[in-house]
């Protein structure tokens, strides 16, 4: 075998950054630089166009992964809601036989004996059982119960999923942490390998809160629990042993990466000023695709998000991975969405082999520095956090409650405007998907799960409601050259509204009087003038004049209406519909002037 190295960059010209900006200035012409190259997240961290080794360092985060993940892979951790103890075993059973590691069981509220039932055959020496984030310390008893009974307490690693300050996110009671601590400190040395206690932030996520949000706020969880167990007498190690992190891995696939490595790199610092001994174990992160961004409508397109979280899940450091459905979003966890839910980690797993590798985000440029730019904005959410006396009393104060809500206003206008589009939904819906409303299923945070397309998935089911279809005529003119693109533009935005375009994939009218006489024709009542800039100059005012004369109770004209918005507002324009708009009022406001909003 050859000794050569391969330089792949050895046959280009080195360039300085400066030239590099040169050129970028000579293209924008004047324009700004951050306004049309620099992005920025919704915790307001920049993100800039390009990225060089100034910009990052290189190197695994610290504590980046548990070694024995490089000879087994990650955890395959499937979700189970016990209704049905029969059924519920059934399906655990299948997906282990079929390649899933562990289970976790939404069990909260259920009877204890219904546990038993829903794990019989479950070997918890090599399957995990998780009990999702909860405050019923029976339930917890009777996991350990069986566990012990089975003769597994020494190997098993299973979640008990002790949760109390999620029980005050719930309830706004703090609950009785000191009799979980006891409870911790007891089962210790019985299961030396379990968590007993989850710091769940993903109720968080689903709601609506930032990453910088989420982080900070598992730090706190982290360090509220880290507290209440060496009250109990564990030591700070061996509180932090059984404490288990469940983070969210959404489709943003950078800000996935960098959040889980953002927040291990944090919690190894929370653990450094504690001056315990680093150890990778003591760090498990289970990572969980949020409700939140699953949608009803076109519910394949859950598939590619889930695909993605779970490599940028992987990717980040997540020690285990639960996939939700692709139907969760309608209640609906069939077989062919479990079995589709844990394929897409078992591909991933198996054929790409990208768990041989410790951090593969490390030594990105980009990923280095966001990564560490998100670690500083976490920590200053928790040192605020913390500054207000813990987690504990922002949760029951209602502070937590209160930025939830403000970030979430932020994000739905970032939605509204499509500034962040939900594929399938408010960008390339598809029309006749025959899909309606369905209740959600899944773990009861008692916070609100804000779907992100939820706001436009009400609109399509108003839509639905009507006994036909409702429809907007489209005035083109000119030829199909002269207004195909704002006319197909238009076409798929009121469809995200469930309201099909009618005159828009023929040749555009010849003059305002064709466009009129169309109009009458199609029975429509409101209608969207569509054209190329130079039929607007010459024919726009004279068109919507005759709309207005022919009925139509309202006209929008698609595209900026530049110099002619005076012009065209006298002749009763009543709209300008573009890119940026507020897509979700516009199209509400249409739903109301169709009267779809009163069925």
């Known amino acids: 075998m050859s000794d050569d190295v391969m330089g792949l960059a050895s046959e280009f010209e080195s360039a300085e950054r400066a030239e590099w900006d040169a050129a970028v200035e000579k293209v924008l012409r004047g324009r700004s630089f951050d306004r049309v190259l620099v992005s920025r997240t919704r915790d ?89 984030p909860h405050a019923d310390l029976d339930l917890a008893r009777a996991l350990t119960g069986l566990i012990v009974e089975r003769g ?114 944090a919690w190894t610092r929370v653990l450094d000023a504690c001056d315990v001994e680093r150890d990778d174990t003591l760090i498990e992160i289970q990572a969980v695709t949020p409700r939140s961004m699953f949608s009803q409508r076109d519910p394949w397109v859950n598939m590619l998000r889930s695909t993605s979280a779970t490599l940028a899940a992987v990717v980040g450091g997540a020690e285990a991975v639960t996939v939700l459905p692709h139907s969760v979003a309608s209640g609906d966890a069939d077989d062919l969405a479990r079995r589709a839910a844990r394929n897409v980690q078992l591909l991933l797993l198996e054929e790409s082999q990208i768990a041989r590798i410790v951090d593969p985000a490390g030594g990105s440029w980009f990923v280095e520095s966001f990564t560490q730019r998100l670690t500083e904005a976490a920590w200053s959410e928790f040192q605020r956090v913390e500054a207000g006396g813990g987690m504990a009393t922002a949760l029951t104060d209602g502070s937590i409650q209160a930025a939830v809500d403000a970030a979430w206003s932020e994000h739905r ?77 238009t076409t798929n935005l009121l469809a995200v509204g469930g309201i099909v375009a009618i005159g828009g994939d023929a040749e555009g009218a010849a003059s305002p009087i064709e466009a009129e006489a169309r109009f009458v024709e199609s029975g429509c009542a409101v209608a969207v003038v569509c054209s190329s800039d130079e039929f607007y100059a010459e024919r726009a005012v004279a068109t919507v004049t005759a709309l207005k004369e022919a009925g139509a109770v309202l006209v929008a004209l698609a595209g900026h209406p530049g110099d002619m918005r005076d012009e065209l507002s006298a002749a009763g324009i009543d709209e300008f519909w573009h890119m940026g708009m507020d897509v979700l009022s516009t199209l509400e406001h249409l739903h109301g002037t169709l009267k779809l909003d009163e069925r």
């Open 413 to 489: 206008a970032l939605l509204a405007t499509r500034a962040e589009p939900v594929t399938g939904v408010s960008e390339f819906p598809e029309l006749n998907d025959g899909l309606g409303a369905a209740d959600e299923a899944g773990l009861d945070t008692g916070w609100p799960v804000r779907r992100l397309a939820e706001p436009f998935e009400a609109l399509r089911d108003a839509a639905d409601r009507a006994n036909q279809r409702p429809a907007v005529f489209i005035a083109a003119l000119g030829s199909l050259a002269d207004h195909t693109a704002r006319s197909s533009w």
């Open 152 to 265: 597994d307490g020494e190997t098993t690693g299973s979640w008990l999923g002790l949760d109390p300050l999620g029980a005050a996110a719930r309830t706004g009671a703090t609950g009785d942490g000191v009799a979980v601590a006891a409870l911790a400190h007891d089962l210790a040395p019985r299961l030396p390998n379990a968590r007993t206690m989850t710091a769940d932030s993903v109720r968080y996520v689903e709601a609506g809160a930032t990453p910088a949000q989420e982080l900070g706020w598992a730090l706190a969880t982290g360090v509220a629990y880290l507290r209440l167990l060496e009250s109990a007498g564990l030591s700070v190690a061996q509180a932090a042993s059984t404490i288990g992190f469940r983070l969210s891995a959404s489709a943003d696939q950078f800000g996935t990466i960098a959040s889980l490595r953002a927040f291990r790199r």
């Open 44 to 132: 307001g961290l920049d993100i800039q166009p390009l990225y060089t080794a100034e910009d990052g360092t290189t190197g695994a985060v610290t504590g980046a992964i548990d070694p024995d993940r490089l000879n087994y892979g990650w955890d395959v951790r499937q979700q189970h809601r016990l209704l049905d103890p029969a059924d519920t075993n059934r399906a655990i059973i299948t997906d282990l036989e079929r390649g899933v590691t562990s289970v976790e069981v939404v069990a909260e509220g259920t009877e204890v004996y219904q546990l038993a039932e829903a794990l019989a055959g479950v070997l918890f020496d090599t399957a995990a059982v998780v009990l999702a």
